[in-house]
């Protein structure tokens, strides 16, 4: 700064004012003073006074060292001394700054001595007028020193304070704050030399203004200044007097008693303890919580100290917290008088303060903070017992509230706090609450409050405590059965409440966490209650138990058991439900799973009794009554399976409980009927999901009841008069059949049922018929199951023979006789049936009879029969069969009885000749019948599916299967089977083979596809798979449609079964198809599609053999749209004849067919896979079961397709993960089931699945003449092919990877040799990536137990994979840098890249021709200037953002050599990045990807060099602060490393800042200007991208460069940056550091502001933008209340109390206020345009002032949105509104800074686009 400022001269030496504006201030004073300065100003002496202080202080910029300081001191003395007679010192704004940088800390004390005696001679000189005239100037070197000075010279510094600042009385009251902040820190010592002295002072002090104003500046040092709480403290300690509760402090403290509550507040929370001890001593003294203080306070003031003072609990320290106790309890030590006073003055405060954090938690703390505080205080019993009463149920609710928010996060702390608050809360109180809140809730309608948190505590934290399980759980459950037995008793519809459902829902928690022998007696209680309530029922008990009040009358009770009692409510509750619901017909569902849940909590009681019960227990109850209203609620169509399951379930356990006397007892058949009918409904087809537990519950019925019962009842139903119900009956015994196990010997237990289903297969009734068959198909399980009951028959020892040789024409027959007669017509009805089962059995009862051993029956009769006969326990059943039935068969009644036995004889052998017959040979029969019958069975047959005639279908499907098996065995008699025949012509009917009857596809397809014809398709399915292999060289073509009609069966049963797992809401259960209908629909997909291929296959391979057929050119042009001349005529047609034979084979039906068959069976081994391990409905189990079996067999169908045709199926697999985005996703989510999981299970190891797929894109990628072999599957492209492998390389780990490189390694050098770029070069680069980052990542090599040949390779892997990526990225990123020229592909750079998902990529946007274009030529096409690229536009921005995702992030781990990183890098940069900055006007709006570049280029050393010179250059553009704030941002980390990796770059910026003008004379001074303050604003950019101190080391540099500018360079355009620059060193620099720059700071403002005052700036001047920054400066520091600041503060603005309540004699003192009255007082313009400044100043704009919800408020600085003024009228609402936005905003956030927003502020200032 020039001493010889026009400015300054004229404000030190007396000159004339420029305008009278100051006038309007003090009129008397203004006047004085102009007529001393021009008494002074005619002076000669003090012209030369003036002069020789002058020539004093340019002596200063002279002084190096200390001992210059005191010479520069002394002649400063001697010039003053020289010249008393004047009352002014000349150039009094710098004398003040150099005394006040002469009392710099780091100075010895002599220079700080000698510094003092020039204030003293000042002060002197001055006298009183003058100090208070001037008092800013001298007070702020003087006030901030107290607290540095040394020992020596605090006496000169106290005598300064009493001798010159005491006199001015009033006048002090502007700068009382900043005067009692300079001498507390004398306070800090009692024991100190000064102690007495300063507290003298302060008294003083005080008398000089009202007491009430003096301890207000009190409470706000509190609230802003930290480090002086202490000795505040230590003075209020002294002087506040000590209060009782009627007296009154507000004639102490004043009427603000929020101000002193948020400074004990503020001290309360401060991190130093003895300030915390103090505090709490201070409140005990003057201020407890009964106090008339206190009450009178605001509400919101009250919590604020009680949120304070209650957080001093957390710091665990017995002193803190004894103080805090007493505090609370009053001073009384008797616990009972302390409990009162708690309960009277506190409890309410601190229960509303807890509960208030509790739900709406402040973001300064932590959320478990007030439970923990709720915790510890229960550490103190006095307080904790009556807090628990008050506070302990809405903290359970609110840390529920807090958990179920964090469940997916899973908060530790909150967990833990909520395990140990409800450890530490005395259990008694708890469940007291909880009892009480819960009856509240069961008399209100639909409030569930209480039930759902005692829910909670039950499911959510650990009940560990043994008084709570054997003692109050207990004692609630009773309580609350009995109060839900009264309810429901009295109006059982309230079982429909939400209220009672949920308590329902509670006794079931309950019941779990109960030992039964707690449940068996009552807790004792005291003497007083023993005997009144020993007798009392249970909820009466429990009333009196906790103390509560219980309204009604106390019956007494007989029962003492409260498990008695329990059970006893339990029959009544269920049977009162039972009753309502049976009386309603069904009543409403909520009633129905009332009844549900009672059914559960009461089984579990039944069986917890009768398993560790040691005594049998007497209920009053009717267990026939409650049977009957049970079963009788059974019968209603309305009921739920779930309900029935309980119903029967729980009946069945009454029936076997040994420990409940009266027993229950089913024995009674209209019982046990009534049960067994119920469940058989439940068997129905539609009802799958109820099977297997209805069937566990009949056999259960079967077991407890009497013998032979169930099964009569079964037979029973399935003879029924209605057929519709015999139908059924059928249906549900063949799922009861087919679900039970064969070790409960169904054959034997339910003979009678299955008779009855045998003899339907030869039953008159079609319908019938067809519904054995259908029971035999899809029930049976087993043939062995049903032959051993007939066998056991056939075997009955009643039938006796003896051996018999019979002579007939002289030939002797071995034969038997009957000794006896015996039932023959049961004989021949049981081989009648046993010929129905054979007939139909067929080959499988064959295979099943051969394959099974008779010891390894269950049915011991029948091995001791089987004995009797003679029959080897070893030999199979078939054996057994033949050998029973060749003695029937060889068997004849004797002579004397044949009379009576033989017709029936006649009966029983040609019933076991058709069984012999079926079993040994097959007939024969004439092919000219043959091709009589078989038009005439097709016709039929078609006939039958399309009138939906189910019941003739079957037999003749039987009849034509018959027909064409001996049709083929008749062509082909002596020729080879047909399966080797495949590869010859057109078979001829007769001896040349079989003709297909043209009407039979269209008939099987029919037959299978209709869905009427559903209980039937099994039979077709039969007859398509024997028949169809047998007409393979002429069925090719009917294949295929067979298979597709398959894939439609299947996607409709799956989405069937998918609905079905959805929960259902109305209780019905949707038509699911059976394991056993997915199983026979892949079994038949499976064998067509195998079919299908073999034939095309051979096929294909004739076609390979045969010579290659020359096609015309132009057909070759034309179908694929090539260009004729770019190959050669040979290579055309060649590469033509490839792709169309690729194209036919991959659309013809046999590969369409297994396409589509593969994305089906996709689309099962996804989804059908079951996950709900844990579920409790009945259907799970079903569920379960057919999702499990089908996924197994879908796994089989595939490893056998796979096994058959890998290549086609692995490109079929990839064709439908390309195609369908939910299986990529399933990919990713679930590697178990999804594409990639199959992968793995289809292929051994993942190298060959790596081969394969790497050969199937060679065949794609290389040139027709170099192909080995055609590409299976035409429409799938090599781009796909590479996409998959990069995700299934992702999901590899480095063992793997070290396995599969070599293979892929071998693909990606064949693309990096290649000379021209394409796309698949990009492709392989990424696949190269992820494989690269597992093989680096693998940890396996490094285990010393690998052999060295092993290590060896994998170097060998890494020199390799280094070169590779070095040619595949320098390829990209050449191409990259070439597409430049093309349209600019940066501007596409931020778009979605596309490339990943191969369907979608840029590249293959063109129609099909452009895809087998890029297909074609992809390996020939080059990138020459004048061409225009094949691939999409997108293709280069994708490249760059991979480049800057991935590839730049990994470098150092593909390329070892820091050359070949360095080489890398270079590249990019100048393809990439240096081209992405030149494009844009303004150079920080580059691209996001080449930011991203930098950013991950700024963490590899070895490319220092190429990034920092690109970074530079950009920093040092003229343009580089056009940008916006948000852009700049993302540079921050890539500015600063600049400066961190070079340490001359600093030092450079600093000498551009420092450059003197340019010694050019044409150069424009404007322009020098305007550089050197774009180089300060570098300066403070860079300075802001550092952290906090970061540049601390070059704080002194940084300030000679500021303060020689403040000196120098006096244009507002470079001084605007200086005040920036500060801004930002404020941000950046702990307030400390700073010390030795503050008194030029002030100074510099000082004179600004004071240059306004005296001389208005004109309406666009160039000071005004000046003047706003400066402003702007003093904002922010009024903002960060440093401390170093608030010693200084009041010179701008009041910072006392009286900002708010002004006293009525109140003038303007600080600057800001003196200026508001000038600005104010200005005239009034003519309007004009406004300028977007909008600076509307009531405090609420700049300070966002809390609301009663909200988190505290933030500091903000109030001028963050001005970016330019152009009049000081415009900073009137600033000047005049600051003070009071300075206090309130003390007074509403304790000192709470918005960092972001003063950091976003000082942002847009720097780019604001000037």
Not at 464 to 487: C, G, K, N, Y
Request: net charge negative; hydrophobic share 40%.
């Amino acid at each position: 700064m020039s001493n010889k400022s026009p400015a300054i001269a004229q404000t030190s030496t007396g000159g004339t004012p420029g305008t009278s504006a100051a006038a309007v201030l003090d009129p008397t004073r203004s006047s004085a003073r102009e007529k001393l300065h021009q008494t002074y100003a005619s002076d000669p002496k003090y012209k030369k006074y003036t002069q020789q202080v002058e020539k004093c202080l340019n002596a200063f910029d002279n002084v190096h060292e200390w001992a210059d300081c005191i010479a520069f001191l002394k002649q400063l003395l001697k010039t003053f001394q020289s010249y008393m007679q004047f009352k002014e010192i000349p150039y009094k704004l710098i004398v003040a700054k150099r005394l006040a940088q002469c009392l710099n800390p780091a100075l010895p004390t002599g220079v700080h001595q000698r510094a003092l005696d020039v204030y003293t001679h000042i002060l002197s000189v001055l006298g009183t007028e003058g100090l208070k005239r001037d008092l800013p100037l001298w007070s702020s070197g003087l006030f901030p020193f107290f607290e540095y000075a040394a020992t020596s010279v605090k006496p000169i510094l106290l005598t300064i304070y009493d001798t010159h600042y005491l006199p001015l009385q009033a006048g002090l009251r502007p700068v009382m704050k900043s005067f009692i902040l300079a001498l507390l820190p004398g306070l800090e010592e009692e024991t100190g030399e000064f102690f007495e002295k300063v507290l003298t002072l302060l008294d003083r002090l005080s008398t000089t203004v009202s007491p009430v104003f003096f301890v207000q500046n009190i409470w706000l040092i509190m609230i802003t200044m930290s480090s002086a709480r202490g000795t505040a403290l230590n003075f209020l300690s002294r002087r506040l007097p000590r209060l009782h509760a009627d007296e009154d402090i507000t004639q102490i403290v004043g009427r603000d008693i929020g101000l002193m509550i948020r400074a004990f507040a503020a001290a309360l929370e401060d991190d130093n303890l003895l300030v915390r001890r103090g505090a709490l001593d201070i409140l005990l003294q003057s201020m407890r919580v009964d106090s008339a203080a206190i009450k009178r306070a605001h509400s919101e003031d009250t919590v604020i100290l009680m949120r304070a003072a209650t957080g001093v609990v957390l710091r665990r320290d017995l002193s803190l917290n004894r103080r805090l106790y007493t505090w609370l309890l009053g001073p009384d030590e008797k616990s009972e008088n302390q409990t009162v006073f708690l309960r009277q003055h506190a409890l309410q405060l601190l229960n509303t303060t807890l509960k208030d954090e509790m739900f709406a938690p402040s973001g300064e703390y932590s959320e478990s903070r007030p439970f923990k505080i709720f915790i510890s205080l229960l550490d103190k019993w006095e307080i904790g017992s009556a807090l628990t009463d008050v506070l302990v149920l809405d903290a359970l609710k609110a840390i529920r509230f807090l958990m179920q928010r964090d469940a997916e996060e899973h908060n530790e702390d909150i967990s833990m706090t909520a395990s140990t608050l409800y450890e530490a809360v005395e259990p008694s109180i708890l469940w007291k609450q909880l009892l009480a809140a819960i009856m509240k809730d069961l008399s209100e309608d639909s409030k569930t409050g209480a039930i759902d948190l005692t829910l909670f505590l039950l499911r959510s934290l650990p009940m560990q405590d043994d008084e709570v399980r054997s003692i109050h759980l207990p004692v609630i459950f009773a309580a609350i059965t009995e109060e839900l037995q009264r309810a429901i008793n009295n109006n059982p519809l309230k079982a429909a409440e939400a209220s009672v459902r949920e308590c329902l829902a509670l006794q079931e928690e309950i019941f779990q966490h109960i030992p039964l022998e707690s449940l068996c007696q009552r807790p004792g209680l005291n003497a007083a209650l023993q005997t009144s309530a020993s007798s009392l029922d249970s909820l009466p008990f429990a009333y009196a138990f906790y103390g509560l009040e219980f309204t009604e009358s106390n019956p007494s009770s007989e029962v003492l058991n409260p498990l008695v009692a329990v059970l006893e409510h339990m029959f009544c509750i269920s049977q009162a439900l039972s009753r309502s619901i049976s009386a309603q017909q069904g009543g409403s569902i909520e009633l129905r799973a009332a009844l549900s849940q009672v059914l559960r909590v009461l089984s579990g009681v039944v069986r917890t009794v009768d398993r560790s019960c040691d005594v049998i227990l007497s209920l009053s109850w009717e267990p026939s009554e409650w049977l009957y209203s049970m079963l009788d609620c059974l019968d209603l169509e309305a009921v739920s399976f779930t309900l029935v399951d309980q119903v029967v379930s729980l009946i069945l356990s009454l029936h076997g409980a040994q420990k409940l006397s009266p027993k229950l007892s089913m024995d009674k058949r209209p019982v046990v009927s009534r049960m067994v009918k119920k469940l058989f409904r439940y068997l129905h087809t539609d009802l799958a999901t109820c099977h297997v537990r209805a069937v566990s519950l009949i056999w259960s019925i079967e077991s407890m009841s009497r013998p032979h019962e169930v099964e009569s009842i079964i037979a029973q139903s399935m003879c029924s008069p209605e057929s519709r119900n015999v139908y059924e009956a059928h249906e549900a015994f063949g799922v009861l059949w087919r679900l039970s196990e064969d070790d409960s010997l169904p054959g034997v237990r339910l003979k009678v049922p299955l008779m009855i289903v045998l003899e339907t297969l030869k039953h008159d009734d079609p319908s019938l018929r067809r519904v054995g068959e259908t029971w035999m198909r899809c029930n049976l399980r087993s043939y062995i199951r049903v032959l051993e009951p007939v066998l056991r028959d056939l075997l009955d020892p009643s039938i006796r023979r003896i051996s018999r040789v019979s002579r007939v024409s002289g030939k002797e027959i071995r034969g038997f006789v009957y000794e006896k007669s015996f039932d023959q017509r049961y004989v021949a009805h049981l081989l009648d049936i046993l010929l129905s089962i054979v007939q139909f059995g067929g080959q499988g009862f064959s295979k099943s009879a051969r394959g099974t051993f008779l010891r390894r029956s269950y049915d011991h009769v029948l091995s001791q029969r089987l004995s009797s006969a003679g029959v080897d326990a070893n030999a199979s059943y078939l054996d057994a069969l033949i050998e029973v039935l060749s003695r029937f068969l060889q068997s004849e009644p004797k002579d004397q009885d044949a009379s009576v036995m033989q017709p029936l004889n006649t009966v029983i052998q040609s019933s076991a000749i058709d069984l012999l017959q079926t079993i040994v040979a097959r007939g024969e029969i004439e092919m000219l019948a043959i091709e009589i019958l078989e038009p005439m069975v097709i016709g039929k047959l078609f006939l039958c599916v399309h009138l939906h005639r189910l019941d003739l279908q079957n037999k003749l499907l039987r009849f034509l299967h018959s027909i064409v098996s001996a049709s083929t065995s008749y062509a082909y008699n002596g020729n080879p089977p047909p399966e080797d025949r495949s590869t010859e012509g057109p078979q001829e009917s007769g001896k040349g083979g079989y003709t297909v009857n043209s009407l039979l596809t269209q008939t099987i397809i029919d037959g299978i596809a209709i869905p009427r014809n559903r209980p039937v398709m099994q039979h077709w399915l039969d007859f398509v798979l024997m028949a169809v292999p047998q007409f393979q060289p002429a069925l090719q073509s009917v294949i295929s449609p067979i298979a597709d009609c398959l894939c439609r069966q299947l996607r409709l049963l799956l989405s069937d079964i998918l609905k079905a797992n959805q929960p259902m809401t109305n209780g019905s259960y949707p038509r699911v198809a059976t394991d056993a209908e997915f199983t026979m629909l892949l079994n038949a997909l499976e064998r067509l599609l195998v079919l299908g291929l073999t034939q095309k296959s051979d096929a294909s391979s004739q076609e390979d053999d045969a010579p290659v057929q020359e096609k015309p050119g132009a057909e070759s042009g034309g179908i694929l749209g090539y260009v004729s001349n770019v190959f050669t005529t040979d290579n055309a047609s060649a590469a033509v004849e490839d792709q169309l034979t690729a194209i036919v084979q991959s659309h013809s039906p046999g590969y369409k067919s297994l396409h589509d068959g593969i994305r089906v069976l996709l689309a099962i081994w996804v989804n059908m896979v079951w996950h709900d391990t844990t579920s409790l409905r009945p259907e799970a189990d079903s569920l379960s079961m057919i999702y499990s079996r089908t996924h197994a067999r879908c796994r089989r169908v595939l490893e056998h397709l796979f096994r058959a045709h890998p290549t086609e199926v692995l490109e079929s697999v990839i064709e439908c993960w390309d195609h369908d985005a939910s299986l990529r996703s399933k990919g990713s989510d679930q590697p178990a089931t999804g594409i990639f999981g199959l992968v793995d299970v289809l292929i051994a190891s993942a190298q060959s699945a790596v081969h394969m797929i790497c050969d199937s894109i060679s065949v794609r990628i290389s040139n027709t003449s170099e192909r080995s072999r055609k590409p299976a599957n035409a429409n799938l492209s090599d781009i796909v092919l590479f996409n998959f492998l990069e995700q299934y390389f992702k999901r590899l780990e480095g063992p793997l990877a070290l396995q599969v490189w070599s293979r892929f390694m071998q693909l990606a050098k064949d693309l990096a040799s290649s000379r021209d770029f394409k796309i698949q070069v990009f492709l392989a680069l990424k696949c190269l990536c992820v494989l690269g980052d597992k093989v680096t990542q693998t940890t396996a090599i490094d285990d010393k137990r690998i052999r060295k040949d092993l290590q060896v390779r994998y170097f060998q892997t890494i020199v390799q994979i280094e070169e590779t990526f070095g040619k595949l990225l320098d390829a990209c990123v050449t191409f990259v840098g070439k597409s430049t020229d093309q349209p600019n592909w940066m501007r596409r750079a931020t778009r979605e890249s596309t490339v990943t998902n191969g369907r979608s990529s840029p590249a293959l946007r063109g129609g099909v021709s452009d895809l087998k274009q890029d297909e074609k030529d992809s390996s020939t096409t080059t990138l020459s200037d004048n061409a225009k690229p094949t691939w999409g536009t997108e293709l280069p921005s994708q490249i760059t953002a991979f480049i800057a995702s991935t590839v730049v992030p990994e470098l150092r781990r593909f390329l070892m050599d820091n050359d070949k990183v360095a080489s890398a890098c270079n590249n990019i940069v100048y393809y990439i990045v240096s081209p992405g900055i030149k494009t844009k006007a303004r150079p920080l709006d580059a691209d996001v990807v080449v930011v991203d570049i930098f950013r991950e280029m700024i963490k590899i050393p070895p490319a220092m060099k190429v990034w920092r010179v690109a970074v530079t250059d950009v920093l040092y553009d003229h343009r580089i602060f056009s940008s916006n704030s948000s852009v700049a941002m993302k540079w921050k980390p890539i500015i600063k490393a600049v400066f961190d990796g070079d340490k001359t770059s600093f030092p450079d910026l600093l000498g551009r800042v420092a450059t003197s003008p340019s010694a050019n004379i044409f150069t424009n001074r404007e322009h020098e200007m305007l550089l050197r303050s774009l180089n300060l604003r570098r300066l403070a950019f860079v300075l802001f991208t550092g952290e906090k101190n970061h540049f601390l080391t070059q704080l002194p540099a940084i300030q000679e460069k500021l303060v020689d500018i403040l000196r120098n360079v006096p244009s507002p355009v470079v001084q605007c940056e200086v005040y920036l620059c500060i801004r930002v060193l404020l941000c950046r620099l702990a307030a400390h550091s700073m010390t030795s720059f503050w008194p030029v700071i002030l100074t510099e403002l000082y004179r600004i502001f004071g240059q306004i005052i005296d001389s208005i700036p004109s309406d666009g001047s160039e000071d005004l933008q000046l003047i706003l920054s400066a402003s702007k400066c003093l904002d922010l520091l009024l903002t960060l209340q440093t401390e170093e600041f608030q010693i200084h503060q009041w010179i701008f603005i009041t910072d006392t109390v009286d900002a708010v309540f002004r006293p009525d004699d109140w003038t303007p003192e600080s600057m800001f206020d003196q200026l508001a009255e000038v600005v104010g007082s200005l005239p009034i313009p003519e309007p004009r345009e406004p300028r977007g400044i909008g600076l509307s100043m009531p405090t609420s704009a700049s300070i966002a002032f809390p609301a009663a919800h909200s988190d505290r408020a933030l500091r903000r600085p109030i001028l963050k949105s001005i970016r330019q003024i152009d009049s000081i009228r415009d900073l009137f609402p600033f000047f005049s509104h600051v003070s009071i936005s300075s206090y309130e905003s003390v007074y509403a956030s304790s000192g709470n800074i918005d960092w972001e927003a003063v950091e976003q502020g000082v942002l847009d200032d720097m780019f604001d686009g000037r």
